[in-house]
């Protein structure tokens, strides 16, 4: 009787292996459904964010070893630099360097036909902008205008614009500083953002000039918010 009791035991046990394994033989494979150019760039992606992270870091760096050289030097002129380098970092300073210049204009075959030119979306040109900090654009400006980190593009009314200032004239000119002039600009012609462009009837043309650019100091009020000034003896 314990014979025929630990057989039917073992039976038991090992159908439910055999079914367990059927089963999992037998469900579909999840693949991944994303094509390899598709994998590739978002390896890229991940590779950018990466190097630009490292790059923050070492400036850090740099900043910490510059102001332990500097700490004997007087508390007043070290303010004071520091102040001038948060400036520039918040574009709140002329800046000049090489660079690329684009310029978006509708289609001139749209214009012959007599079609209606619509505005730029507002979306398509934030991911414009995106993509060129993404590709390593430093500072970037749009229709003589600095575009900084608060900077906003919107439709308002019906009329693209940023931070306030219409974006209605064409051409459009969007001017970038960068490292790498001729990097950026074969990165932005290489974009499948240039289709989306061509789908809403605007030409987009990138040019490295020879000489340098100089993109202007952001004009608005940055509002600063959650932060007070902390006065020496305890009061705020």
């Known amino acids: 009787m314990r014979k025929k009791l630990s057989f039917s035991l073992i039976t038991l046990i090992a159908g439910f292996m055999l079914a367990i394994q ?14 390899m150019w598709q994998l590739k760039n978002d390896l890229l992606k991940e590779q950018q964010s990466q190097v630009e992270l490292l790059e923050s870091i070492s400036k850090l760096e740099e900043k910490i070893a510059s102001y332990e050289t500097k700490k004997n030097e007087s508390k007043e002129e070290l303010l004071r630099e520091t102040l001038s380098e948060f400036k520039t970092d918040a574009g709140l300073t002329e800046i000049t360097g090489k660079g690329v210049s684009v310029s978006v204009q509708p289609i001139k075959e749209g214009l012959l036909l007599g079609e209606k030119i619509e505005y730029i979306s507002p979306v398509l040109l934030r991911r414009l902008i995106n993509e060129m900090y993404m ?12 575009y900084i980190s608060t900077s906003v593009i919107r439709d308002i009314n019906g009329k693209p614009k940023v931070d306030g200032y219409s974006l209605t004239d064409y051409p459009l ?5 960068t490292v790498n002039p001729k990097k950026l600009k074969q990165r932005i012609q290489g974009s499948e953002l240039m289709d989306d462009f061509f789908i809403d009837n605007f030409e987009v043309q990138i040019t490295t000039p020879s000489s340098e650019l100089t993109l202007p100091a952001y004009q608005n009020t940055i509002n600063v918010e959650h932060m007070e000034p902390i006065i020496d003896g305890g009061e705020s």
């Open 22 to 35: 059927f089963n999992l033989v037998n469900q579909p494979v999840v693949s991944d459904t994303r094509d």
């Open 135 to 146: 590709f390593g654009a430093d500072e970037i400006s749009i229709s003589g205008q600095r």
């Open 173 to 177: 000119e969007i001017q970038a500083l």
